[in-house]
């Protein structure tokens, strides 16, 4: 079946590292995101991708980096610059970022803990 | 950014309807409304979406006012399952939710008795 895999559903980071937490999509889409989940909020955009080789930056993207190098993948890695990286992260795709009359599809996220 | 509000909280029994209400009074006449669902632990799920008439798919139907300021996703026959924090999100040119990713308020939770 079709659909977004993220990796590893819970990932620890001691002080000072920098992790990287994977999305890969078999939709076929263009567009890639990844959003931030605190406990009782809404998501918040970190980055987004519209086309390979291209991302911008959301809303929070400091302390976060990203790459697409493939239309399928879109890793986002947490580095040491993020002093409060403890959240659920959520990877989404859509087909096209401008077409409206079009759902995102979301993983099933990643919990980030710091030992 | 038009904006939308959803009650906090509902609570409903298993087995009966469900209607939850979202309010969109600044909504422009291109925004598509969407609803999203997310149970614990888990990414959001699409439930449906539309833009000026009623929608029904598999899962729920979304009802739209006249006016589309506002709108009420119905759950004909509410399980255990659907107990989930609800999203309505609108998606349009002058609203977002396009490239720049959507905008998540913090949604309804619904609780559904046995």
């Known amino acids: 079946d079709g659909g977004i895999t993220q990796s590893p559903k819970y990932l620890f980071r001691k002080e000072g590292q920098n992790v990287t937490l994977s999305c890969e999509q078999n939709?076929?889409?263009?567009?890639m995101y990844w959003y931030r989940q605190d406990p009782g909020q809404g998501l918040r955009l970190i980055y987004y991708?519209?086309?390979?080789?291209?991302?911008q930056k959301g809303d929070i993207a400091e302390g976060y980096s990203v790459s697409r190098e493939k239309k399928e993948s879109f890793p986002l890695t947490v580095t040491s610059a993020q002093k409060n990286p403890t959240a659920f992260y959520l990877c989404?795709?859509?087909?096209?970022?401008?077409?409206?009359?079009?759902?995102?599809?979301f993983g099933d996220g990643t919990r980030l803990s710091i030992l | 950014d038009a904006k939308t509000t959803q009650p906090n909280s509902m609570e409903s029994n298993e087995e009966e309807p469900v209607h939850l209400p979202c309010n969109h009074s600044?909504?422009?006449?291109?925004?598509?409304i969407h609803w999203y669902r997310q149970l614990p632990s888990q990414g959001p799920e699409y439930v449906i979406h539309?833009?000026?008439s009623n929608v029904n798919n598999r899962m729920a139907s979304l009802a739209i006012a006249e006016d589309r300021k506002s709108s009420t996703l119905i759950l004909h026959r509410a399980t255990l399952r659907d107990a989930a924090v609800y999203y309505c999100?609108?998606?349009?040119?002058?609203?977002?939710?396009?490239?720049?990713?959507?905008?998540f308020g913090k949604g309804t939770h619904l609780i559904i008795q046995p």
């Open positions: 989404a795709s859509s087909i096209g970022g401008f077409d409206y009359n079009q759902p995102q599809h």
């Open positions: 939709l076929n889409h263009d567009a």
């Open positions: 991708s519209q086309i390979v080789n291209d991302f």
């Open positions: 600044t909504i422009s006449g291109t925004d598509y």
């Open positions: 539309g833009l000026t």
């Open positions: 999100i609108l998606r349009g040119l002058y609203s977002g939710g396009g490239a720049d990713g959507l905008t």
